[in-house]
């Protein structure tokens, strides 16, 4: 096995119903960067119900103040985030045709500059692990894998992204889709 492929960039990690009680239920995380110095990702099913507008001290595009703003992990909640694609990004990031950015002038430069198959999603704040960290949460069987798509991160609703997946990896894990958030009301 090579040194890349112990790593987990463009997987997603879903919950896999060790994390109650902590921020990480129920969520699914993309993994944008993973090296032996770490792994930084964005929960893509933690909106915080507001608008990029109403919390991004900026002048940014018309188009980019509507989008929805995520909670992409507990990490620096103010730092800024954003996944977007189109129909060729050449030097994608992440996954074929997905980009991560933090940059507020990259991010008003994609909005202003108009293309009907572009997709944007921003996020505050992000998931961090140290070197080793992931590593051991993952020995422990805290998360599982799933291959991301940009379907996955774009298209599907996010309030139903986690159990969505989990029914799609077979029996085992739809009865934990199935399970109550809170234990104690089965």
């Known amino acids: 096995m090579s040194e ?8 997603l990690l879903l919950d896999s119903g060790q994390l109650r009680g902590s921020f990480f239920q129920r969520t699914v995380v993309l ?3 993973h090296d032996s110095e770490g792994a930084f990702g964005l929960v893509l099913n933690r909106a915080t ?4 507008g109403e ?5 940014l595009p018309e188009v980019l103040k509507e989008c929805p703003l995520y909670l992409g992990g507990p990490v620096q909640p103010s730092a800024l985030s954003f996944l977007h694609t189109d129909a060729f990004i050449p030097d994608a990031n992440v996954l074929p045709n997905l980009s991560l950015g933090h940059s507020l002038d990259s ?9 009907p198959t ?16 992931l590593e051991d949460e993952m ?3 805290a998360w599982l894998t799933h291959p991301a ?23 085992k894990y739809k009865l934990l889709s199935q399970m109550p958030e809170d234990l104690s009301l089965n």
């Open 107 to 115: 991010l008003i430069e994609i909005g202003d500059s108009f293309a």
């Open 31 to 33: 993994i944008c960067q």
């Open 4 to 11: 890349s492929d112990q790593f987990l960039k463009g997987q």
């Open 149 to 171: 798509s940009l379907e996955l991160v774009f298209e599907t609703d996010p309030n139903d992204l986690w159990q969505r997946i989990l029914r799609q990896k077979g029996w």
């Open 49 to 52: 119900g507001n608008k990029a």
């Open 55 to 59: 919390m991004i001290v900026a002048d």
């Open 139 to 141: 020995k422990r069987k």
């Open 118 to 133: 572009r997709k944007i999603r921003m996020f505050a704040g992000y998931a961090g692990w140290s070197a080793g960290q």
